[in-house]
């Protein structure tokens, strides 16, 4: 079992930048796989990004390619989301998630753990 809470949501302008934070407690291997998802109103549950817990590795979804950065620091349990030149368009909820699967990818049905959300929110 994995529990997440993520932080670190808010109010930002265009332009601007937002860390958030997932915090994860409970059992990590080396198959587990952290990632990103968030959710605008009206449509759904998309893909952001995702990394090995433990290896190295890397995945993005095309519109966070270059604006956004996964990263974590295991010695806090926690993955960050580093999100640059905020657009209106990604006003959403961003969602945490986890698997121990040991697979790499998008699709929100491989993973099983996920944080109760944070909001985004981008002023145009």
């Known amino acids: 079992q994995l529990q997440l809470v993520e932080s670190g949501g808010g109010l930002v302008q265009a332009g601007g930048s937002l860390r958030l934070s997932c915090a994860a407690s409970?059992?990590?291997?080396?198959?587990?796989?952290m990632g990103w998802f968030r959710q605008a109103p009206g449509k759904e549950r998309e893909f952001v990004a995702a990394?090995?817990?433990?290896?190295?590795?890397?995945y993005y979804t095309d519109s966070a390619k270059g604006r956004f950065t996964i990263s974590r620091d295991n010695a806090k349990n926690t993955v960050y989301l580093q999100m640059n030149s905020l657009k209106p368009e990604d006003t959403a909820v961003y969602y945490c998630?986890?698997?121990?699967?040991?697979?790499?990818?998008?699709?929100?049905?491989?993973?099983?753990?996920w944080g109760q959300g944070t909001q985004v929110t981008v002023s145009s």
């Open positions: 990394m090995p817990w433990s290896t190295l590795g890397t």
């Open positions: 409970g059992r990590t291997s080396s198959s587990t796989i």
């Open positions: 998630a986890a698997t121990n699967r040991g697979r790499l990818g998008s699709a929100r049905g491989l993973y099983d753990y």
